[in-house]
């Protein structure tokens, strides 16, 4: 052999060489964890900086309350009391309450964020952690639960059924209408919620898109992304995707709307997979991906909870949406997940995917750490 082809030999092997390495580099960085013990540390990582960094409880509005129902669910599989004890001093420290007027002829469901707003499902999400920490303490203290069903029996009695007219909203009260179920058995709380979602659903849902507009006002054509297309916001579509997945699993196998909403549910995944970008996130605008670029975390995080859920209850097919959420997990994890245990990308407060608006690693919020903690928690009961 000349020293010509030697040379082109020895090129070509070192290409195959290198080839090998980076495709051996990509399947290690998106398998999916091996051990329970390694999502435990994940979710030890990210709720110890949580809780460490927020000493200060705050009140039961809605953004603090969705970060408890991750703590909960972290709680669930770790049994770790520091979880227990940081969510029971914050129900202590707001009366097992939410919004605290005594008043009810002065209870409104508009949106504000006063005492007066009791019927406002943003000052009712507090009410999953309150049943839990119920559950997980025995049943023994009503007091927990006490404010729970007042507000939602007096709810219940009223001749309204628009109170959940924000996609928000799905998340924040459908799980507390299928809890209280559980502990009370008052089919009551199973009929109001079949009224009250199908009036969402009339003015949010798009049967084509099988996807939910965060409320009437971004309905299309009336309201329409940058590039003239349908706006679905990424995180008001993961509240009600993993609202889903939290009412199904508290229902009786026979309940009579059970399988409509696991249709929709699965409707929705289909949908969702389809709209994930090749990075493994999904744009704040769903179909949408230049109207606001780049990485978001809670509606991400929201949906590889839902996905995850469903996998592991016979509910989505394993080969199909397995890859979704090897991609989903890979980002939460290697992009998302920050060295110190903060949760990055999270889109500020709002409601509406924004073109220009800046979410990087350091941007971080409380709801968001709340859907990773699902997230998660899932992951585990995945990992066999």
Not at 60 to 82: D, L, P, R, V
Not at 229 to 258: E, M, T, V
Not at 326 to 348: F, I, M, R
Request: proline letters at 3%.
């Amino acid at each position: 052999m000349n020293f010509r082809n030697l040379f082109y030999a020895l090129m070509i092997a070192f290409s195959l060489v290198i080839v090998s390495c980076k495709t051996s580099a990509i399947k290690e960085k998106t398998v999916i964890p091996q051990s329970k013990k390694e999502i435990v540390a994940i979710i030890d990582k990210v709720n110890t900086h949580w809780q460490d960094t927020h000493p200060e409880l705050g009140n039961s509005f809605w953004n603090i309350a969705a970060y408890h129902t991750g703590n909960m669910e972290a709680y669930k599989i770790t049994k770790n009391k520091k979880y227990l004890d940081y969510s029971m001093s914050w129900a202590e420290k707001n009366q097992w309450m939410g919004a605290k007027s005594q008043d009810k002829s002065e209870w409104k469901y508009n949106y504000g964020e006063t005492d007066k707003h009791v019927l406002f499902g943003d000052w009712q999400i507090c009410f999953q952690t309150y049943i839990d920490l119920y559950n997980f303490t025995g049943k023994k203290d009503a007091h927990k639960i006490a404010r729970a069903r007042e507000v939602m029996e007096y709810e219940m009695s009223t001749a309204a059924n628009d109170y959940w007219w924000w996609v928000d909203g799905l998340y924040m009260v459908m799980p507390v209408m299928t809890k209280l179920y559980k502990v009370t058995g008052n089919e009551l709380y199973l009929e109001k919620l079949q009224e009250y979602l199908t009036h969402a659903n009339s003015i949010m849902y798009d049967d084509e898109a099988k996807l939910y507009f965060r409320d009437a006002k971004y309905v299309y054509p009336k309201h329409k992304s940058a590039n003239g297309k349908k706006d679905f916001w990424a995180r008001g579509d993961g509240w009600i995707f993993a609202g889903y997945a939290k009412i199904i699993q508290d229902l009786p196998k026979n309940a009579k709307h059970r399988n409509e909403y696991i249709n929709r549910f699965k409707d929705m995944a289909k949908s969702l997979a389809a709209a994930q970008q090749k990075e493994g996130y999904w744009t704040r605008s769903i179909l949408d991906p230049e109207h606001a670029p780049g990485p978001e975390t809670s509606g991400t995080a929201f949906f590889t909870y839902g996905y995850l859920w469903g996998i592991n209850n016979g509910i989505l097919d394993k080969k199909t949406y397995l890859p979704v959420v090897e991609k989903s997990w890979n980002y939460l994890t290697n992009v998302a997940l920050q060295a110190d245990g903060a949760v990055g990308y999270v889109q500020p407060i709002g409601e509406k995917a924004i073109p220009g608006q800046v979410v990087d690693k350091k941007s971080t919020a409380d709801f968001g750490v709340g859907a990773f903690l699902l997230a998660a928690s899932e992951m585990y009961r995945f990992v066999k």
